[in-house]
């Protein structure tokens, strides 16, 4: 216990610390904690060879860290993007292979251009009709052919691993801080807007972007044969894992925020669409996000006083904003107790949160959690602050300070807790 207050009590910010795997800048994600941080955690409560878990493994950071520091890293997530991102992290691949897959891509996509009503064809065909209105908005004409060219070529490489690698990194044009390739602004913050006066966004052309992409994630695909094998990312809820009891030896996760207070799938799906997506089963798949604010027709879970107080406080101004905390509280405590479940006696999960405010109102994120995990049977040993590096956290907030904007004042800090489970 006195081992990990003094961990809590470190500087967990990171916010000067070199990034030691260039595999982690692959692709833009929203609000992904630093490599620093869950490497920390990893190197002072696990030894080689022991199994690291992120039930959330969001952009795989945990995953990845893991398997480089030694350990079995395993991951699970319910996004499609942020398991192909995860998966690509951890697969070994040939750089001079993969190099020559991009150069042929980028080649045979520049020469397909010289038929542009093909293309055509295939964007007004390959769609659903509210997929394709949804592209049609957010892409211009000259950025849909250009992004189905490279799409058919890619769709042609037979390597399953390198075609995953060249899919991330088309992906990676899309999903950016700043919008990429498409008419989007702000994707990286997952708050993306169109601005169709006064700021036009200019005009990216697609293939050149995948080949700066490109040679960009190569330089970070060094080798990768000191990292576990056995190290993996699989789709699963964590709220009900595919894992036996008492397996696992340390939990490092990040969960989402309530409220969709940081949307991963408003900006996800700017690519996901265009990998094979439809528009209506990527919100059907939202709505089953941790911390979504769909709340008819679902199963609550009983709660311990403090969160009750703070649900109640806010039912007194905003009922459905009451509604979605209960549901974001209550798929927490089934997520605790399959942690619970999981671990090892004697072994730690570290969570780390940010609190909310709904109508003025704090979540008291850390707190209530603390709360159920006791009631759980997972008591929290301590709970650790770190101040945000809003720039790398990619945070959905201004550059200037507003005292009256709920997200600045929501979001400058996160709080680290360890939890134990007892022997």
Same mark, same amino acid.
């Given at each position: ?223 990768? #044969?000191?990292?576990? @094998?056995?190290? /993996? ?7 009900? +894992?595919? %894992?036996?009891?008492?397996? !696992? ?110 109508? #003025?109102?704090?979540? @008291?994120?850390? /707190? ?7 009631? +759980?049977? %997972?008591?929290?040993?301590? !709970? ?40």
């Amino acid at each position: 216990m006195e081992r990990l207050t003094a961990l809590l009590s470190k500087d967990l910010g990171f916010h000067d610390a070199p990034v030691s795997n260039g595999r982690h800048n692959f692709h833009s994600f929203p609000a992904k904690f630093p490599p620093q941080l869950s490497r920390f955690f990893i190197e002072n409560l696990s030894v080689p060879g022991e199994l690291v878990l992120d039930p959330m493994s969001g952009s795989g950071t945990t995953v990845v860290e893991a398997a480089s520091a030694g350990r079995v890293g395993l991951g699970f997530d319910i996004d499609p993007l942020a398991l192909l991102i995860t998966k690509v992290k951890l697969t070994p691949l040939d750089t001079a292979s993969v190099e020559r897959q991009v150069n042929k891509v980028a080649q045979e996509a520049e020469l397909s251009l010289m038929h542009p009503s093909r293309l055509e064809k295939e964007v007004n065909g390959r769609f659903d009709e509210k997929t394709k209105q949804f592209i049609d908005y957010w892409f211009s004409e000259q950025t849909q052919i250009e992004l189905m060219s490279l799409l058919i070529q890619i769709e042609k490489v037979k390597d399953p691993d390198i075609k995953d690698f060249l899919k991330l990194t088309f992906s990676a044009i899309i999903v950016t801080k700043s919008g990429g390739v498409s008419l989007a602004w702000d994707l990286g913050h997952t708050r993306p807007h169109r601005l169709n006066q006064g700021k036009p966004k200019k005009y990216k052309p697609a293939i050149p972007e995948f080949e700066k992409r490109a040679t960009k994630n190569l330089m970070g695909l060094t080798s990768n #044969g000191e990292m576990v @094998e056995r190290s /993996r990312v699989r789709f699963g809820n964590a709220e009900n +894992l595919p %894992l036996q009891d008492e397996s !696992i030896d340390l939990i490092v996760t990040s969960p989402p925020y309530a409220s969709n207070a940081i949307d991963y799938m408003r900006a996800h799906k700017f690519s996901l669409v265009w990998l094979g997506n439809e528009v209506d089963s990527l919100t059907e798949l939202r709505s089953k996000y941790i911390g979504g604010d769909k709340v008819t027709d679902f199963d609550f879970e009983s709660l311990p006083p403090l969160p009750e107080s703070v649900i109640s406080n806010i039912s007194k101004l905003d009922n459905q904003k009451a509604l979605v905390l209960r549901r974001y509280y209550s798929e927490m405590t089934r997520v605790l107790n399959e942690m619970r479940r999981v671990l090892r006696p004697g072994k730690v999960a570290i969570v780390v949160v940010g609190s909310s405010v709904m109508r #003025g109102i704090d979540t @008291e994120t850390d /707190r209530c959690l603390a709360e159920i995990g006791r009631a +759980l049977g %997972l008591p929290c040993a301590g !709970i650790g602050v770190r101040l945000l590096d809003r720039d790398r956290r990619m945070m959905p907030t201004s550059t200037k300070s507003r005292a009256d904007s709920q997200i600045e004042n929501r979001m400058h800090r996160e709080f680290v807790l360890a939890f134990v489970k007892p022997n």
